[in-house]
């Protein structure tokens, strides 16, 4: 069976969010064994102009949904920007798979040719959409993941890269 637009994108969505809550419970758990306040971690950046933890985790949740709305056409819920802990954080996580969850594979027939198109400050980008797929929205989504991994880490949260890339 030939890899479709729908395995290269929700199902890595999905396997990925569902990683990045492990490495949240992780983060959780590092807080209150050490006596380290959650909201230190939460607000943790690894370099001053860079976003904090809650960002990454909050843009990685938006790239995955705005990926799989632009590639299907199915409408996403809206979130507010507004956690501020480990629990918020993961029900965000929670809520962005049941919305991938929704979304059926029927959807993604043809997006492969379907044209993206997006604004990214004053410049409008074009794109087809296996283009998009794999050279923005998952470089972009992974950026996210890959940076709430490393804020983790560079705090002390006692994970590794089995962590990160977990079972498939």
Known sequence: ?????YDASVTVFM???????????KGAAHAEATGIDPATLI????????????????????????AVV???????????DTES??????ARLANTRAYLETVPRE???GSEERVVTMKAGAVDLEFTGQSYLLHFALPNFFFHVTTAY???RHNGVPIGKRDFLGRA
Do not use: C, W, Y
């Not at 802990?85 to 993961?90: A, I, V």
């Open 150 to 152: 490393d804020i983790l």
């Open 15 to 25: 396997h990925n969010l569902k990683q990045l809550s492990h490495l949240l419970d």
């Open 1 to 5: 069976m030939a890899l479709t637009m």
């Open 107 to 109: 959807a993604f027939q």
């Open 85 to 90: 802990t480990f629990d918020e954080l993961r």
């Open 43 to 66: 607000q943790a950046k690894l370099a001053e102009d860079m976003r904090p933890l809650s960002f990454q985790i909050q843009s990685a949740s938006d790239a995955s949904k705005l």
């Open 70 to 80: 632009r590639l299907s056409g199915v409408a996403a819920p809206s979130f507010a």
